[in-house]
């Protein structure tokens, strides 16, 4: 099977530091062609990926391109690569494609502000971090891209960064996501010391971390505590109970923001995460029982909230949170 999640993730880091270094020199013509270009090429080697999975049997659906070995230890080594599974080529879809049509839309929406370079350099940075977050073969990479696109929600929702009430909301997102990256942070340090690995894939099969899971006792405190940890990144990413309130408030950055963020982007990061990794889930009971409890109240929740609020925004970001605990 054609692995071509590479250019996928390069496209968009390619567009980023164009527009980066050359933006302010460059008229808006060219500005929307890098933009819009780098993110369109990226869907379409997305869409191109995906339907050649699709002519692939069952069994030969997971590929794992190795681009770098980053540390070697004896038998342990740590890679990396770029996993494409099912999985990942659904999230590829749409995140690339929700991301060119935001694109589009930010052509016309944005055309008369200054920083109209700027946005779209944020703009293709935001989907480079979210592809590398959902292609990453490991954790370690996987939360390297998590941060990143914590990075970039700080950027776009502080975009108009003389608004007082943009800059505020900024930092509660990069505040919060900072809490969720310490819990996944920590939730690594424990996988890796108590599994030994940190990858999704190793020589043998879609195994890797996975296999090792007997390592852990079914239902045990460690288990339980590892995909609490997880659920901490997941719910501050997802906006779920407690750390919602940063979502809500997100609509203080231009429209476009607002849309990329709650259209099945950055906030179904949290979704993918407990995707990923749901055999350490279905081996701690307890903490599928929080997970789920905390999804439905949050559902709820939120909900009960929109129906009393007046802007059309906030109704928006509280319905997402909403749908979210679903």
């Known amino acids: 099977m054609i692995n071509l999640s590479l250019l996928v993730l390069l496209l968009p880091l390619l567009g ?9 020199l460059l008229p808006r013509g060219a500005i929307l062609m890098i933009g819009c270009g780098a993110c369109g ?30 540390i070697t230890s004896g038998s342990f080594s740590l890679n990396f690569g770029l996993l494409f599974d ?19 839309y930010s052509a016309g929406y944005m055309e008369d502000d200054p920083g109209f370079w700027r946005f779209f350099a944020f703009l293709n940075f935001f989907i480079f971090a979210m592809v590398l977050l959902v292609t990453a073969d490991n954790f370690l990479f996987l939360l390297v891209g998590w941060g990143l696109v914590g990075l970039a929600s ?43 690995s940190l990858s999704f894939l190793d020589a043998q099969g879609f195994t ?29 990413k997802s906006a779920q109970l407690p750390l ?16 990329l963020i709650h259209a099945a982007t950055m906030v179904t990061a949290g979704v993918y995460l407990v995707a990923r990794a749901n055999p350490l889930f279905e081996n701690a009971p307890v903490a599928l029982g929080i997970v789920a409890g905390i999804g439905g109240a949050t559902a709820l929740f939120a909900a009960t909230i929109a129906i009393f609020q007046l802007d ?3 109704v928006l970001a509280y319905s997402t949170i909403s749908q979210l605990g679903y």
């Open 86 to 104: 099912p999985l990942t080529a659904t999230m590829l879809l749409i995140v690339t494609g929700v991301g060119l049509l935001i694109h589009i």
């Open 312 to 314: 059309i925004k906030r």
């Open 41 to 70: 090429l990226a869907f379409l080697f997305a869409l191109f990926n995906f339907l050649n999975m699709l002519g692939t049997p069952a069994s030969a659906r997971v590929s794992d391109a190795i681009i770098y070995t980053w």
């Open 244 to 259: 919602y309130m940063w979502l809500p408030d997100a609509m203080e950055g231009p429209t476009p923001v607002s849309a």
């Open 154 to 196: 700080f950027l776009l929702i502080g975009f108009w960064y003389e608004r007082r009430t943009a800059v505020a909301a900024a930092r509660k997102a990069l505040v919060i996501n900072v809490i969720g990256d310490a819990g996944l942070m920590l939730a690594i340090f424990l996988i890796f010391t108590h599994y030994g």
């Open 16 to 24: 980023f530091i164009i527009l980066g270094i050359l933006g302010r």
């Open 208 to 236: 890797g971390v996975f296999s090792h899971i007997s390592n852990v006792p079914y239902g045990s405190g460690t288990a339980t505590v590892i995909c609490l940890l997880l659920f901490v990144a997941c719910a501050a």
